[in-house]
């Protein structure tokens, strides 16, 4: 049992059209992010939230949205998806500062 | 500029060499994490410090918090550990700030 699972694992979609991503925990983690990974770049969190409905931005939010309606789930949402957000989304869950990251195991998006 | 910074971006070994994966970072810390990635995309925490050393199976992590560097060790390296292995620097808030990666492949 991973503790976090990502749906869905690939997705490929047309330019204009909203995708959203989702990302369930069972481990009862306060803090959840959104990363996506690409080619020449490390990890670059868009998005994270500290609790149920709260959230803030990260250093490349723009053009994505969040929700947290529940502790388990975590939304990642591309309001119109455009190519520049072809990329591999990974979604990690952490307890807090003292306490390491478990991440998902990635949804591969392809805007075309 | 990246305030993350691995050394060397590539790395090819022999089976059984010790390897040295460097990280220095330029933005003051809390914690700092090493990360696994699988050939198949997976990312796995192997370890996170504040201070000193940790050590699990074959590998190390050490962290000098006045030099901004860390390093990880890998003793008696298998071609099982071919991956790429990220540092990442806690920064407060929620904020990780991952270095690009070091790409590990140790030949059998």
């Known amino acids: 049992d991973a503790g976090i699972t990502q749906s869905p694992r690939h997705k490929v979609t047309e330019t204009g059209t909203p995708v959203t991503l989702r990302c369930h925990q069972t481990e009862n983690h306060r803090y959840m992010y959104w990363y996506r990974q690409d080619p020449g770049h490390g990890l670059r969190l868009i998005h994270y939230s500290y609790g149920v409905k709260d959230t803030d931005k990260g250093e490349v939010s723009d053009g994505y949205s969040v929700s947290r309606s529940k502790t388990e789930d975590f939304l990642l949402t591309l309001e119109s998806a455009t190519s520049s957000q072809t990329s591999v989304y990974f979604c990690a869950i952490s307890a807090g500062l003292d306490y390491g990251y478990t991440f998902g195991s990635g949804t591969r998006l392809t805007v075309v | ?108």
Request: with cysteine.
């Open chain 2, 1 to 108: 500029k990246n305030e993350v910074e691995q050394s060397p971006q590539n790395l090819t070994a022999q089976e059984g060499e010790f390897i040295t994966i460097n990280c220095s970072y330029s933005v003051g810390i809390s914690a700092l994490h090493w990360l696994q990635q699988h050939p198949g995309g997976g990312i796995v925490s192997l370890f996170m410090l504040s201070s000193g050393k940790k050590k699990h199976g074959r590998l190390i992590a050490t962290i000098n918090i006045q030099e901004k560097h860390s390093s990880l060790h890998i003793t008696a390296s298998h071609p099982r550990d071919s991956a790429v292995y990220i540092c990442a620097a806690w920064a407060g808030q929620g904020n990780l700030i991952f270095g690009k990666g070091t790409k590990l492949s140790v030949k059998p």
